[in-house]
């Protein structure tokens, strides 16, 4: 073998070892639900034989990195690459073997190789050996992996400023809400009910027994159209079911009286009363949330911010007026954009008005998706982030 096709074949072999274990931050991935498009996996199958190119590399990217407690893969990305959401790119990844990918741990020594005008990625030091935790050793290799694996590895994004919106940030199709079941009284008859404090609650339950609560159930409209997309509700907190209701006899049995189901409130966000609406918790998805860019042009506008804020900013949860059945997937990077203002030619004797161009002004990172409707966490932002601003495809 000629020493170049040699050198060829070396790196197309190291790219693929090292997509086995770099794309892993994605953490607790399955094969089923991890977002990979067409054009994504067109650019790594090409990319696991070439390598990024330098000219894609950040001003500073080190030559080696230490993962570290609090590394996610976006950090790490951001650290080699000028756009983080290309991380495909680096990593080289071949996605047709690999659908879910092995783990980094804390420890693990990064190695940025260059050969030529391309570069990619490699471990200095394997999985194992202090870098991961105790029994979690994980062979190399570029295998399928189908099981769930959850033993200390980094993460895609910082989960912890995501999570808590996992059940919290709802957007229900319809005003649902107004039909489900609902806090009719209190233990004693407070006014408010705090924590392992009793509710009692009628409507149909459907045989759930863990529940959310929520209150103020308000439409979301488009910036542009005025169109209602959903109805989003203030959260409240979760309750379980404790024991059933129904319809009691009296004494006489001439008449009945309607007896509520028990709950019991297991946390809070609000102070919990009469009024107030409960939905099934649904299962936890903690899959991965790979960043990547839109595969085709993609745009719309904020709007809302979560919560009662006006504006927003970094680590920050936003609505935005685009939702799968738009095109949007979990994991979408977007740009954030702050429409030019108008301003008039004062240099001109007749005035004329002017609009100033847009300006980038950030990045979001889509973490939950509805029909309609999607929520998208501030990952960097250089101006306050408002409601009618726009995004779009980075």
């Known amino acids: 073998m000629s020493r170049p096709h040699a050198r060829s074949h070396q790196r197309l072999r190291l790219s693929l070892w090292v ?12 094969a089923a639900n991890w977002p990979v498009t067409q054009e994504q996996r067109d650019t790594a199958n090409q990319v696991a034989q070439a390598g990024v190119p330098l000219s894609e590399l950040a001003p500073n990217a080190p030559d080696s990195h230490t993962v570290v407690p609090g590394d996610t893969l976006w950090d790490i990305s951001k650290m080699f690459l000028r756009s983080p959401w290309r991380w495909p790119e680096l990593w080289g990844m ?6 879910n990918p092995h783990l980094i741990y804390p420890g693990q020594v990064l190695m940025l190789v260059k050969v030529g005008d391309r570069a990619m990625l490699r ?9 991961g935790p105790v029994g979690n050793t994980v062979k190399l290799s570029p295998r399928v992996r ?39 009284a209190s233990q004693e008859g407070r006014v408010l009910l705090s924590r392992g404090e009793t509710a009692y609650v009628r409507g149909d339950l459907k045989g759930n027994r863990d529940f959310r609560v929520f209150r103020d159930s308000v439409p979301l409209a488009d910036p542009d159209t005025g169109e209602v997309l959903g109805f989003e509700a203030r959260y409240v907190g979760t309750a379980e079911f404790v024991r059933d209701g129904g319809v009691q006899a009296t004494v006489d049995g001439k008449t009945s009286q309607i007896v509520p189901a028990t709950f019991r409130m297991t946390s809070i966000r609000l102070e919990a009363g009469v009024g107030d609406r409960l939905a099934p918790v649904p299962e936890r998805d903690y899959a991965a949330y790979v960043p990547h860019a839109p595969s085709q042009p993609l745009k719309g506008r904020i709007v809302s911010i979560y919560g009662e804020a006006i504006s927003a900013g970094q680590n920050q949860i936003i609505t ?29 004797r007749s005035r004329p008005l002017m609009k100033l161009p847009d300006e980038r002004i950030g990045t979001l990172f ?21 409601p009618g601003d726009r995004f779009s495809q980075p």
Not at 94 to 99: E, F, R, V, Y
Not at 123 to 131: H, T, W
Not at 320 to 339: I, Q
């Open 94 to 99: 071949n996605l047709d073997q690999i659908k």
């Open 19 to 30: 997509g086995a274990t770099l794309a892993a931050a994605c953490g607790h991935a399955t």
């Open 320 to 348: 935005l007026n685009r939702g799968a059945r738009d095109g949007v997937e979990r994991g979408h990077v977007m740009a954030l954009w702050r429409d030019g203002s108008m301003a008039v030619d004062t240099t001109d």
């Open 146 to 184: 189908a099981e769930t694996l959850d033993n200390g590895a980094i993460p895609s994004i910082p989960m912890h400023l995501i999570g808590p919106f996992l059940n919290e940030a709802v957007v229900f199709t319809t005003d649902e809400l107004n039909t489900a079941p609902r806090i009719v």
């Open 123 to 131: 471990v200095a030091q394997p999985v194992g050996g202090g870098a």
């Open 366 to 386: 889509v973490f939950r998706v509805f029909d309609r409707v999607s929520y998208a966490l501030i990952l960097q932002s250089e101006d306050p982030v408002k």
